[in-house]
Structures are given as structure tokens and as C-alpha cells.
């Protein structure tokens, strides 16, 4: 009767773990999903400053220019950051160049076809 206890306790201990896994890989692709939303956001900001200074033949404000220009390159690093984090929680290999995740074991990327031998 006890290893039957204990067996009950061992699965519950690994359905906790798998939700608590599942629970974070959820909010990763959360602030994914926003991420790549406030990037296409700035994007249009960034061509409707275009549109309207040449529609309206005014100078476009460069810094104007250059702060969302920053904004959007801080916004791709941290898109990296979440994909690195995501391809850790599903136990996925991510390609250094073209950013797509790849089985633990592939050799090369499925998608650019970077030899993963390269970087080790």
C-alpha cells in the first residue's frame, strides 16, 4: 500500500512540475506575441512619419526617426531573449543565424540550413 502511495505522489510531483513548465512556456509566448506587436506598431509609426513628410513635402525629424529606430532594435533583442527562453522550455536547439528552433540532435537548421557543428 505504501508504493502505491508513493507512486500517486511521484505522478502528482510530475504533473505539477509539467503544468508549472507549461504555465511559464504560456507567458513566454505571451510577451512573444506582444513583442512582436509593439515591433509592427513602432514599423508604423516609422511609415507614417515617411507618408506624411513627403505627402506634405516637410523635412522629416531625424532624431524622431532615430528614437524609434532604437526602439525597434531593442524590441528585436528581446524578442531574442524570449525565443531563447522558449526554445529551452521545449527542449529545442536555436539556430544562431536565422533565429528558428531545430530538434536537439539536428545537425543542421531546418529552415537556413546552418551547420550546428560550427558553433560547437
Known sequence: MD????????????VAKKSGEL????????????????????FKKLGEMLYFSQKE????????????????????????????????LTKKKLCPQCHKQNDTDSAFCSSCGYNFEDCE
Open 57 to 88: 513635402e516637410n523635412d522629416i525629424e531625424r532624431e524622431k526617426i532615430s528614437e524609434i529606430i532604437d526602439k525597434i532594435d531593442e524590441l528585436y533583442e528581446k524578442l531574442a531573449d524570449f525565443k531563447e527562453i522558449e526554445a529551452c
Open 23 to 42: 504555465v511559464e512556456l504560456s507567458k513566454v509566448k505571451l510577451h512573444i506575441g506582444n513583442t512582436k506587436s509593439e515591433i509592427n506598431t513602432n
Open 3 to 14: 508504493r502505491f502511495i508513493q507512486e500517486i505522489k511521484n505522478t502528482a510531483d510530475k
